[in-house]
RNA sequence: UGGGGCGUAGCCAAGUGGUAAGGCAUCGGGUUUUGAUCCCGUGUAUCGCAGGUUCGAAUCCUGCCGCCCCAGCCA
């Protein structure tokens, strides 16, 4: 039982090393620089870096970057960015497609001398109704049966850009009538006069990923390539490759199912459109499933690695639910923040026999389960702000909170009694007129008197106004994929700003750090619009909340 | 209707012929100056369905059903 089991893809590696198939382990993690990295990517991360720190082998990073136009160096940092915070160190292994176009070219030539590539005039039109469909045969191109030589004065020709886009194309010579789409007669270099971010004008034709991307894989001496299901159908096209040109080194492909999770979505295509439409502000709002989302979110490395962890590697198809990734978060913050006060939604309480102008300094423990982090200065005073949902007029009978007549405690402060309800023209209640037993401040040897509810709170003179953000899934359904527009089923309640109180303490908050806002939540500042003076902060998220589940169950039955 | 892949509890997931691990969620209960944390307990999973082989099948065989992927000069 405590056997440890390992992923099937773990297992494979772990047995290429015993047999000696193996001495070294080699993978990579290859991004297209066309967006940034998602929450599926950090498991592709995880699993391919984490297999070379396991076996003590090497992971390189490798730039997918041979469709120039769509690819640009914004991303490329941002990409490298990520794997570094998410815990990943690639050291001299960092390289681009690019830096093979050589290689890859003379490999084509090569692909032509043995007969097996030909350079097709087709249009794009007539190759793809050339193809066939999924149940017919597709048909060969007239051009198929060039020469060798007159393969390569073409293809040399399509180099020296004597050809205009689109009017030629570099193909396999496979088989027209292959079951497999991948195989009949792929693209493997098409002609784009356009300036590449790396190599400049050097080029004009470029490589398509299965080529590129096989071979690169052989260059560097993978041994695993690890990629994700829907290429499952390109590795016969991978092994014919290198059955063709027969490389040093042979990397095997293995395919994993891809992670998905549950209320987002993970195509750079859909969230690179929420962007423009605006829905969000940008890859790195914090409602975007993006490494750099959830980073600026407060989600830590160390959550994102457990989560993915708990997913596992298996090839079937997963959605994985919101709680399994919010739990890793908590799971973390509740032991790493210390906690502190903030009123959300403010009431105004006044304590009708706290002496005016009187000011105590209440200990407020640092963290209820680590006595070693110690305790905080709060200020407690006779206007303070409690949370508008601590307070209800006609309370349900579990309603541990604030009613008229009833009593609760004040976090590290004293116990109170609501006696008054003040309320405006409108019938709102806008102030509450409590009295505080004295005998009971926290802390003190008379403070044994039990009340049902603690609340929280902050000294109305000392408060710190703080611009909050509250984050919910950007999505309604679990799976916004299956919707016919996933602008049809986007949560308009994804993003709720509220004017907040702090205690004055969180005027000193450390960029980054995040922190506990007893009985709400985690919470960290904003790494973009914080500033001392117009503080802004991010809920990372909230707390369980078991009453908000009753509530629920509640309605469900009236 | 061609090819490839996948089907074990609400969500993940072990298990590879000997009678179904674990995590998360759920539901109880205990502790608690966070309705948090923590602790304890809690699951009739007809192992997609139907046959077959076997003393014995989630595991082997046959047939069927369901879901996902593939017809970019994208990756």
Redesign the pocket.
Known sequence: ?TET????IR?IIHDDLLSGKHEQIVTRF???P?GYLHVGHVMSICLNFGVGQETNGKTFLRF?D??PG?EREEYVRAIERDVHWLGFDWGDRLTH?SDYFDRLYESAEKLIENGVAYV?D???D???AH?????EPGTNSPYRERSVDENMNMFRRMRAGEFA?????LRAKIDMAS????LRD??LY???HIDHQRTGDKWCI?????F??TLSDAFEGTTHSLCT???????PLYEWFLDQLQPENRPRQI?F?RL?L?YTITSK?QLNNLIEKSVVTGWDDPRMPTIAGMRRRGYSAAALREFVK????????????M??LE?CV??QL??SAE?RMAVLRPLKVVLTNYPEGQVEMMAG?N???RPELGTREVPFSRELWIEQDDFLEEAPR????LKPGGEV??????IIRCDDVIKNDAGEVVELHCSYDPD?????GS?DR?V?????WVSAAHSVPAKVRLYDRLFTIPDP??ADDVMDVLNPESLQTVQAMLEPSLKNLADGEAV?F???GYFCTDSEEHTSEAPVFNRIVT?????A??ER?AMQQS
């Open positions: 039982m089991t390992r992923d099937f297992q290859p991004p297209e066309n997918d041979t469709n769509k497609a097709d087709l249009s794009a007539e190759i793809r193809r066939g469909t999924l149940t886009d689109g009017t030629h194309l079951p497999n789409m991948n792929p693209a098409r002609i784009r470029y490589p398509m990923y299965d590129a991307h299901l829907e290429f499952e159908d390109h590795r395919e199912s998905n549950a295509r708990r997913g596992g590697v298996t090839k079937k198809d997963k959605l994985i639910e709680g399994v739990n908590r799971e509740g032991d906690r423990h963290h209820p389960n579990k309603f541990f909170r405690r004040l976090r590290s402060g004293y009971t401040r926290s802390g003190t403070s039990k049902k509810g603690t609340i929280h994929t299956t506990q007893e009985r709400l707390l369980r909340d078991s009453w589940k009753l169950q």
